[in-house]
């Protein structure tokens, strides 16, 4: 016997699901299911009760599932049994890219997937007149497939305290009153423009550069199909044709001539780190400016900068790699657990604290996202070569007679050289600024050793490296 399944145009995913789960409880293979109700020959309904074989399946195919559902391919319903079939009976692995099942699945789910990021980012409202005290909005979309339904709970949630509509050529959904509906789609309705979509085109003319407009990346990025429909679109074809005009404007209004005090601060580092337009002419200024500081990528998802402290004019001054969590939150390096080792190293070394100038190779912290924590990523060299300009002002203006390079990424920072620690390690080199660079572990690479005895013999060594600083020190006033 065949099989025919009607589905609903609305929550079709629980639909599909509670049909699919009726079908292979009954063991009725896909050839015997037409998942388009298109009316075969002598087919049946499916049976009312479960039948006795039950199956269990995996949340990966779940959430393809709830992905593929949306497609507008007329087979989705179809593979998707295809594919819980093969699972029950053990049949290879429909799931993976590399069956020609998974692969064609995977491909829907991500075409489902770009849909609806592409309706939140095209998606224009408009205003329409309100009765009552919540404003009122409407929009008109044509998505590629069926994302409408899914792809609506992102505007329930951020635009909650108005009411709204969207309407697509084969679904409307209505948000009023703090409740999501959805209504039969249709014809584009009439929208009116308004003030702020008028404001809207204003600011989108003003803020478009010309000298930087790629037309395919555009069209990769927002196809011509949504053109149409976005307020800011209608204006790009005058200004691509004005656009040489508006470039030669642009540099002909671009400054010719440097302005005063342009020269680097330290000549040392003439040719070890880009030059700033105007350098800082005191620690203090240059510490306010490091606050601003957008050299890099860094500065994006950290806190704040972390910038060094300690005497203005030490003897010492000691490098560590980055800040870390610790760091990042209260502003202050060498803050956290490895900074506690430090310091109370420090201390046991005869070394005065305050009078050592703390700093870091890098001003910003770089991590990683994991749940509630933020996991320690180590800079990439381009990062630390971008901040060198600021620890080159440090030691412009503090002037150690002797520095500590805590690590790799200090002692990179302060002498360009990249050859591994455990050659270099309790070595003095000259670093970039012509002083002295003694390299040493770093107390997080200390606490991070996980074993006891290796983590003893690293601590003996940074150790010893601290108490030869005050005779390097001393090296240094006599020279």
Not at 244 to 261: D, L, N, Q, Y
Not at 283 to 306: F, M, Y
Not at 319 to 344: I, K, N, S, W, Y
Not at 382 to 410: K, Q
């Amino acid at each position: 016997m065949n099989y025919a399944v009607a589905l609903p145009d609305q929550a079709v995913f629980e639909a599909w699901r509670d049909a699919a789960r009726c079908a292979i409880s009954h063991r009725i293979a896909p050839e015997r299911i037409d998942w388009t109700d298109g009316g075969l020959f002598k087919a049946a309904p499916l049976p009312d009760a479960s039948g006795p074989h039950e199956i269990r399946v995996s949340k990966q195919f779940l959430s393809l599932a709830r992905s593929v559902v949306w497609h507008k391919s007329p087979e989705r319903f179809a593979l998707l049994y295809q594919a819980l079939w093969r699972l029950d009976l053990g049949d290879g692995a429909p799931l993976s890219p590399a069956d020609v099942l998974g692969r064609r699945l995977q491909l829907m789910a991500k075409a489902v997937g770009r849909d609806i990021h592409k309706m939140h980012a095209f998606v224009r409202f408009r205003e329409l007149p309100a009765e009552g005290p919540r404003r009122s909005f409407a929009a008109w979309f044509e998505p590629e497939h069926n994302t409408l339904e899914p792809g609506s709970a992102f505007f329930a949630g951020r635009f909650a305290d108005m009411d709204w509509l969207i309407a697509t050529p084969r679904l409307t959904a209505r948000f009023r009153a703090g409740r999501l509906s959805f209504a039969p789609g249709g014809a584009k309705p009439d929208l009116p423009d308004d003030a702020s979509q008028a404001l809207w085109a204003t600011y989108f003319a003003n803020i478009f550069n010309p000298a930087r407009i790629k037309l395919d990346a555009m069209r990769s990025e927002m196809p011509k199909k949504y053109w149409k429909n976005l307020p800011e679109t209608r204006l790009i074809p005058a200004m691509l044709a004005d656009a040489e005009v508006r470039v030669e404007r642009m540099r002909a209004a671009g400054a010719s001539i440097p302005r005063p005090g342009a020269g680097p601060v330290s000549t040392r580092y003439r040719n070890a780190m880009p030059q700033a337009v105007e350098p800082p002419a005191t620690l203090d200024q240059a510490r306010q400016a490091a606050l601003q500081c957008r050299r890099c990528k860094l500065c994006e998802a950290a806190t704040q900068t972390v910038w060094g402290e300690g005497a203005a004019d030490a003897a010492v001054m000691i490098v560590g790699e980055q800040p870390g969590d610790h760091e990042d939150l209260t502003g202050r390096p060498f803050a956290g657990p490895a900074g506690q080792l430090l310091r109370g190293m420090i201390a046991d070394a005869g070394l005065d604290g305050a009078q050592i100038w703390l700093t870091n190779a890098v001003k910003h912290f770089k991590f990683a996202p994991r749940g509630k924590r933020r996991l320690h990523r180590n800079p990439a060299r381009d990062e630390i070569r971008h901040c060198r300009w600021w620890l080159g002002l440090e030691l412009a203006f503090v002037r150690p007679r002797v520095t500590l390079a805590l690590g790799a990424s200090a002692a990179f920072a302060l002498t360009d050289d990249d050859r591994p620690m455990h050659r270099r390690r309790g070595t003095v080199e000259t670093g970039l600024h012509g002083g002295p660079v003694l390299i040493s572990w770093h107390p997080a690479h200390i606490l991070h050793l996980p074993d006891a005895d290796r983590r003893h013999q690293a601590r003996l060594q940074l150790a010893e490296d601290l108490a030869r600083l005050a005779p390097l020190t001393e090296e240094g006033r006599q020279r």
